[in-house]
């Protein structure tokens, strides 16, 4: 009976790791998806006499339908292109993350959105029995949990949206602009996760990546609806934090936050100065005063002292010159 919870417990805890350490280097990636789907789009299937044998004997061995031919295809081909040196060796990280995403990808459309561990490594297995070169990824080839899918699906899906938007040279007739209003109503959705009290913070640190993506492009976005913002849910929870000991800003505070969420406004800009040029005066007066008190005892001791040296030596001097003319 012991073993047998032992053997459980073990088990368990096992599990439990491996969901932690996969959470951790699944969501660190996600920034990069975007960059790697754009090289995997750019692949152009051919009808490849090397490539499709392949592809047909994966299909043949673990009895699916002849619509993943097309996938797998384009798996190796991308492949190739990591092996070729196209892909520098930190960049290798990223191609392999995103093409073990995209294997769940297909294993969930195959099997149905399996539980278990069981059809994607039946899946994986009969890929590296016909093309052993999926092993330079073996590192990085895990099945992700539905909860972590589906996140990493809605974020991923945000950088592709706002991705239309940024590269759109009409945005009217391009029609993109709807993208911004539903990766705004995607992004809030995960602000109760991510302030106080949230649990995800490997989540949290992928939004906040997000968060930093549409800053850097925010000039390109706000095209569409200059009075968007993306909050970062990282300030929010340093806020909360603050809220505690009554040093939270000011409803006026936060408006002006949020008018000017870069923090560049001349007119706050001016005030700041002015008020920074008081304080440094006042205090520089201080300072001085503060001195001056600390120094005039000591002062006046060493002018005592100077002054009784200087009249000994003028006593000295008179001596002198008397034995002399005596």
């Not at 969930?108 to 399996?114: D, E, V």
């Given at each position: 009976?012991?073993?047998?919870?032992?053997k459980?417990q073990?088990?368990?805890?096992?599990?439990?790791?491996?969901?932690?350490?996969?959470?951790t280097?699944?969501?660190?990636?996600?920034?990069?998806?975007?960059?790697?789907?754009?090289?995997?789009?750019?692949?152009?299937?051919?009808?490849?006499?090397?490539?499709?044998?392949?592809?047909?004997?994966?299909?043949?061995e673990?009895?699916?339908?002849?619509?993943?031919?097309?996938?797998?295809?384009?798996?190796?081909?991308?492949?190739?292109?990591?092996?070729?040196?196209?892909?520098?060796?930190?960049?290798?990280?990223?191609?392999?993350?995103?093409l073990?995403?995209?294997?769940?990808?297909?294993?969930?459309?195959?099997?149905?959105?399996?539980?278990?561990e069981?059809?994607?490594?039946?899946?994986?297995?009969?890929?590296?029995?016909?093309?052993?070169?999926?092993?330079?990824?073996?590192?990085?080839?895990?099945?992700i949990?539905?909860?972590?899918?589906?996140?990493m699906?809605?974020?991923?899906?945000?950088?592709?949206?706002?991705?239309?938007?940024?590269?759109?040279?009409?945005?009217?007739?391009?029609?993109?602009?709807?993208?911004?209003?539903?990766?705004?109503?995607?992004?809030?959705?995960?602000?109760s996760?991510?302030?106080?009290?949230?649990?995800?913070?490997?989540?949290?640190?992928a939004?906040?990546?997000?968060?930093?993506?549409?800053?850097?492009?925010?000039?390109?976005?706000?095209?569409c609806?200059?009075?968007?913002?993306?909050?970062?849910?990282?300030?929010?929870?340093?806020?909360?934090h603050?809220?505690?000991?009554?040093?939270?800003?000011?409803?006026?505070?936060?408006?002006?936050?949020?008018?000017?969420?870069?923090?560049?406004?001349?007119?706050?800009?001016?005030?700041?100065?002015?008020?920074?040029?008081?304080?440094?005066?006042?205090?520089?007066?201080?300072?001085a005063?503060?001195?001056?008190?600390?120094?005039f005892?000591?002062?006046?001791?060493?002018y005592?002292?100077?002054?009784e040296?200087?009249?000994?030596?003028?006593s000295g001097v008179?001596?002198?010159?008397?034995?002399?003319?005596?």
């Open positions: 009976m012991n073993e047998k919870c032992n459980f073990s088990t368990s805890v096992h599990y439990f790791v491996h969901v932690i350490l996969l959470n280097h699944t969501y660190e990636y996600l920034s990069s998806f975007l960059r790697c789907k754009k090289d995997f789009d750019k692949i152009i299937i051919h009808t490849d006499t090397e490539i499709l044998p392949i592809c047909n004997a994966i299909v043949r673990i009895s699916i339908t002849h619509s993943f031919v097309l996938p797998c295809q384009k798996i190796i081909k991308y492949l190739k292109l990591m092996k070729n040196g196209s892909y520098k060796e930190n960049d290798k990280i990223d191609g392999c993350t995103y073990n995403f995209y294997i769940n990808e297909q294993v969930n459309s195959i099997y149905g959105n399996p539980s278990t069981g059809p994607y490594k039946t899946f994986t297995g009969a890929f590296i029995s016909n093309y052993s070169e999926l092993n330079i990824c073996k590192d990085n080839l895990k099945i949990p539905k909860e972590i899918m589906s996140n699906k809605k974020i991923y899906d945000m950088y592709i949206k706002l991705d239309k938007v940024i590269n759109a040279t009409d945005i009217e007739n391009d029609n993109v602009c709807s993208n911004v209003d539903e990766c705004y109503k995607t992004y809030m959705s995960y602000e996760d991510c302030k106080e009290g949230g649990h995800n913070s490997e989540l949290c640190n939004l906040e990546k997000f968060h930093d993506y549409f800053l850097l492009y925010s000039n390109y976005i706000m095209r609806n200059d009075d968007i913002t993306f909050p970062s849910f990282k300030v929010a929870l340093e806020e909360a603050d809220a505690d000991d009554s040093h939270g800003p000011t409803n006026q505070e936060q408006q002006q936050g949020q008018d000017d969420p870069a923090g560049s406004s001349p007119m706050m800009g001016s005030l700041d100065e002015e008020d920074s040029g008081l304080n440094s005066s006042n205090s520089k007066t201080a300072t005063i503060s001195t001056t008190l600390l120094l005892p000591t002062l006046f001791t060493l005592k002292v100077c002054k040296f200087i009249s000994k030596q003028k008179q001596i002198i010159i008397i034995y002399i003319h005596n």
